[in-house]
């Protein structure tokens, strides 16, 4: 089976009381989440489950601060005029209105200039530079921009007005040489926590001019708003973001900010019961949306009125322009889905790079986010005007877009942002360029398993902790986002019972599962997945654990992030598995040998009094414990070898090592934990091995015998298996051994084609038998030199088939006892039934 993402459990095997949960009367899950935060001791436990504003750290640390306090207390002692330059999307609107809000509070008036998104883009621009220096400005304090405005800076300079900028944006080669720059991510920098969102900046700045015990409780003017920011810039929710966040969302509950409340009824979440979750996907898209379409003031105007029936109008139209931004967005993703797939070059590129005319700029950045996520690849999206083509980049983990973007800067007219989001600008007719340059510095920067998203699960989660409680004590652990993102978890082996696509667009996707229970599930914009799957598949699920309040019944839901089958739907029309098979029967040069049963050598080793209890397997154990470098893992059956799979590729390479999967022999070319399937173990380099773990009874005693002779002494041997898997065993043994009629049926067929190619998928419709029984015959009549035959692998359609070519008649009349192959499948069945 091929995973398109890699689930990684952070903690493996069971969850368990600990002294954590015990003392601070939490749930072993919470307290086991707390530890794969490295969260261990009690009073950790506490800071981070109850942050306390206390911790915020001194602002005069940062570089300039000093300077910046100085000039806007000169101006306010001066009556200056001081305009507040902003950016348009949450971070830029929130970073404006807390400025003018302290500015009010202190009865100074102040203006703002937030840049037209459509018309003029991102950060500060010549001409509103113009405009606002011609409206008599003094002091000009940028939020959320202006780290990279060096000729804009220059301007300003040359006008006579000062400039302080405030941002945290990546800093490039070049500072503005602006009256004070205030960005900790500048090298000569030394505040202790550079991960701050531009309203996170400004916020300090409000700070340092305020005095400490007015800070005390003038904070509250403003955390709520820095609250929304901080979310919805995805910055990591540690330090400093955590103790704004963790306190901002409990003021939120109370509505401190006429206008944010207005916009919490509007979206319909309930104010009590507000999270992170409800601000990055209900809230800070409504202010986004209007930043989009152009109308970025409403966010300021509805952040800074004092009027509760302006804070409802402006709530109102913020709803109108998301449902119209909606819309767009649902036509632009679809037409660069359809440009996508209409050239075959971007399945090989490791970075997309779409242009189109007539995109709307504001959308650009949200759909380069969908096609990241969906394709993970990082995507830079374009639209194109007037000979320009401007837009949005978004990247994924481990590669930076913003030094993909540096490397090819002589392509752009303009561009600014970080490792894993950038805007930039660039005359159309370079975008092709720009398309191989990025790729080629891919080429080097990522690999093909870097394109394969990983993503870390906490644990698996057991049937009797989903529950509501849980649901609600997740809850402590908030605020979720990037650092300390909400908790994923796994449930395998599930029955899918039914399925369904739901929405006005038809883009989500609806199901329930069952083992003891049973779970709804719902997966936002993964309508894609339904094609894969059908009701009576068993599936593993991927979610966040969630509540459903459906007219007053409360009920766990899940929220779906990934899926996928728990084991092929069915052996005899998967070709994965149909391969397995073929794996299973030997060549006449490499049989499987029968070896000598030690009873005294395997109880011995296994630790029993008799040979039945020494080969009896347990499944009651943490199997991840053994699953590490220097282990061999021996399948003999399909559902062994899927379980197997399921196990490991759960397993961090860090602790693995990554896996070989292995069919019969054992390639030994590196330390990596070796996953084999129907193995002749006496071929196998036993001693090597510190964990040698059994997913299914081996063939015979005899299997055991050698296994437990040739293994070093601090080896152990695993029995991961139980009474019901020998069915799976037996499935196998009892086809081995086949009527003559069925090589007479097969040899018809193969004598009126004379060469025929069939895919795998379909052997049982051509010959009338099972694939493991075909896989016999042909291997038989081609040591027998009656045909020839082969595996073919397409990869472009991705199908598996036998290609079957029948060779000239041999002068000697056909005896099939001479067959080694299949003597030798016939003393492997006598001495498994002997075994067992």
Known sequence: MIFNKKWTLKHMGNVCEDELSRKLKISPEISQILKNRNVYSEKDAEIFMNPSLQYLRDPFLMKDMDKAVDRIKKAIDNNESIWIYGDYDVDGVSST???????????????????????????????????????????????????????????????GFDVIITDHHECQSEIPK?????????????YPFDMLCGCGVAFKLIQALTPKDEFKTSLYNYLEIVTLATICDIVPLVDENRIIVKNGLKLMSEGNNIGLKE???????????????HIGFAIGPRINASGRLGYSKLGVELFTTKSQEKAKEIANILEEK????????????????????????????????????????????????????????????????DGEATGSARSIKGFSIFDALVKSNHLLNKFGGHDQAAGLALDADKVEQLSKEVNQFAQYELSEEDLIENV??????????????????????????????????????????????????????????????????????????????????????????????????????????????????????????????????????????????????????????????????????????????????????????????????????????????????????????????SPNIDKIDIKRYNNIILYDYLYNKGDYSYLCKDTNNESSIIKYYNKTDLLYLNSIINNLVLEREEFIEVYKITLAKKSLEINLADIKKVFNIIPLKLFIIVKVFKELSLLDFKINHDDVLKTKSICINLLPKPDKKLNLDESKILNNLKKLNQEYKESY
């Open 456 to 677: 870390k699960v906490e644990f698996e989660l057991g049937e009797d902790a989903i529950n509501l409680d849980l649901v609600e004590e997740l809850h402590k652990l908030e605020p979720f986002g990037l650092n300390n993102p909400n908790p994923r978890f796994i449930v395998r082996n599930a029955l899918l019972k039914n399925i369904m696509i739901i929405g006005k667009n038809k883009q989500h996707l609806k199901f329930t599962i069952e083992k003891d229970k049973s779970y709804d599930c719902i997966g936002f914009n993964m309508a894609y997945l339904k094609s894969g799957y059908n009701p009576g598949d068993k599936v593993d699920v991927l979610f966040q654990l969630d509540e459903n309040n459906f007219m007053g019944n409360r009920s766990v839901q899940f929220l779906l992030k990934d899926m996928r089958l728990s084991h092929p739907k069915n052996a005899s029309l998967n070709e994965d598995t149909i391969e397995l098979f073929e794996k299973i029967i030997p060549n006449e040069d490499n049989l499987y040998n029968i070896n000598k049963v030690d009873e005294a050598i395997i109880c011995k080793k296994l630790k029993a009094n008799t040979i039945d209890e020494a080969i009896t397997g347990n499944k009651d154990i943490n199997i991840f414990e053994y699953i590490t470098k220097d282990t061999l893992v021996i399948t003999n059956t399909v559902n062994g070898f899927y379980n197997a799979l399921s196990d490991i590729s759960l397993v961090d390479e860090n602790i693995s090592g990554g896996f070989n999967i292995n069919y019969n022999n054992i390639n030994h070319d590196n330390d990596k934990l070796q996953l084999i399937f």
């Open 263 to 277: 916009l919490i009824k509007v979206c319909g979440v309930e104010s009590d019961k507000i999270g992170s979750s």
């Open 322 to 385: 998301n449902n119209e931004r909606q819309l767009i967005e649902a036509k632009m993703y679809q037409e660069a889905e359809a440009i996508i797939e209409s050239n075959e070059n971007y399945k090989d590129d490791k970075v997309l790079v779409i242009a189109k005319e007539g995109w709307q700029h504001g959308i650009i950045g949200i759909v380069a986010s969908k096609l990241t996520e969906k394709y993970y690849k990082p995507t830079v999206l374009l639209t194109i005007e």
């Open 97 to 159: 209105s807390i400025l003018c809000i302290y500015f009010d509070s202190i009865n100074y008036p102040v203006n703002y200039y937030i840049p037209n998104r459509l018309e003029e883009g991102y950060g500060i621009n010549e001409e509103a530079i113009r405009q606002i220096h011609s409206k008599g400005c003094n002091l000009m304090i940028s939020v959320d921009c202006g780290i990279t405005s060096v000729k804009e800076i220059d301007l300003a300079n040359e006008l």
């Open 178 to 190: 602006a009256y004070a720059v205030i960005n900790q991510k500048q090298e000569d920098c030394h």
